[in-house]
């Protein structure tokens, strides 16, 4: 087992930056490859980042791609989210998960531990 603390979120204006926190605990989270989704209100949960076990693969999708970075600090089981010039359309809840595969992945599905979330309000 696995348990996720997502910190972090908060109200921003447009252009500003917020970075994230996943805290993890239980049974070696840093084994796990994480990834970061996010659900705004009447909309589906959409993937945003993942990243190796290692730290040294990363993907992101098209709409955050050069202005969100991911990354992990295995010694303090806990991955980041930096989130730059933000928007308003970044505005939602922002969840942290475990994959459950030895890869990154895009897919919900093969996420396995789930954070709690975090909400992200970003004002025009």
């Known amino acids: 087992q696995v348990q996720l603390v997502e910190s972090g979120g908060g109200l921003v204006q447009a252009g500003g930056s917020l970075r994230l926190s996943c805290a993890a605990s239980?049974?070696?989270?840093?084994?796990?490859?994480m990834g970061w989704f996010r659900q705004a209100p009447g909309k589906e949960r959409e993937f945003v980042a993942a990243?190796?076990?290692?730290?040294?693969?990363?993907q992101y999708t098209g709409s955050v791609q050069g202005r969100f970075t991911t990354s992990r600090d295995n010694a303090e089981n806990t991955v980041y989210l930096q989130m730059n010039s933000l928007k308003p359309e970044d505005s939602a809840v922002y969840y942290c998960?475990?994959?459950?595969?030895?890869?990154?992945?895009?897919?919900?599905?093969?996420?396995?531990?789930w954070g709690q979330g975090t909400q992200v309000t970003v004002s025009s």
């Open positions: 239980g049974r070696e989270p840093s084994k796990y490859p």
């Open positions: 990243i190796s076990w290692s730290g040294v693969n990363t």
């Open positions: 998960a475990a994959n459950f595969y030895n890869r990154t992945s895009y897919r919900a599905d093969d996420y396995i531990y």
